[in-house]
């Protein structure tokens, strides 16, 4: 039966190792349903976050919710959890190791036998099932430690960069995978050097640095709102464009233009790109006029600067 889903809340979590400070204050919430996406340099916190939420780091200062109350070890226990060191047995049949790590979890030796098929038949693996897992390469190693951790029809699912070393096509069927969980509530937080990725797959982003949240919302929330900047391209010369008055034009070549609408008015950013519009018409015609819209690698540059 499928465990019920519960909002994870961090509040002021902080750990230390003798004088450093690794995890420091950090407060955010995984909301149901919710695919957080966690994101930092090496060493930023992740792993030591994820594993005070998990329950197998203890907390130096903090508290991690579950709900409205602190989070207790028999609800760790329904949270799928991939940590960073896999901690598969090498010489184990890939088969054999699931349904033991799923009794460990407390389900039957017939519904683990049954969760675990249908699991590896999603991620393409049925026919290893009898494979020791150190035959198997790297990427299906991580789809093994995967169907581990979505096993229990989990409450939430906290993964340490489940993506890493997934070829396209898996990366895939794992996305899918975990939507299936997100749309039943469960909230999903993940960590990963992939900021396509996660900027893809996404609806909330916790960057952290130096062990301290630096942003977190939405990706749209993260990039500032509305996109200012656009790019123009014209039939002719787009010179024009530097002529009106209200809006900055930071370069322009030839037909194409880009342009910044610098005003904080909603209102006034669609009067400007009417404006351009109407001017290009006016003056031959218009091919493109549209948001230019930044890459996450470049919101998460300037939080983490
Ligand atoms: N047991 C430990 N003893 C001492 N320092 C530790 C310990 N565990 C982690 N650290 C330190 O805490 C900091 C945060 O490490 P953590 O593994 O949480 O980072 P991370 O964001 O997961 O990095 P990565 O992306 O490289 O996995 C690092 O400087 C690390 O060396």
Redesign the pocket.
Known sequence: MANTPHTITVEGLTRR?GD?T?VDHVDFTVEQGSMTGFV?G???????TMRMIMGVLSITEGQVLWGERPITVADQRTIGYMP?ERGLYPKQKVLDQLIYLGQLKGLTRTAARESVMTLLERLNLAERANDPVEALSLGNQQRVQIAAALMIEPSALILDEPFSGLDPEAVDSMADLLREHTARGVPVLF?S?QLDLVDRLCDQLVI?AGGRVRGSGSPAELRGGAPRRHRLVAVRDAGWVRDIPGLAAVDVDGPTAIIDLPSDSREERHRLLGEVLAEGLRRGGVEELSPIIPPLSEVYREVTA
């Open positions: 190792f450093f690794a930092g090496n060493g930023a916190g992740k792993t030591t960073e960590s050097h952290l």
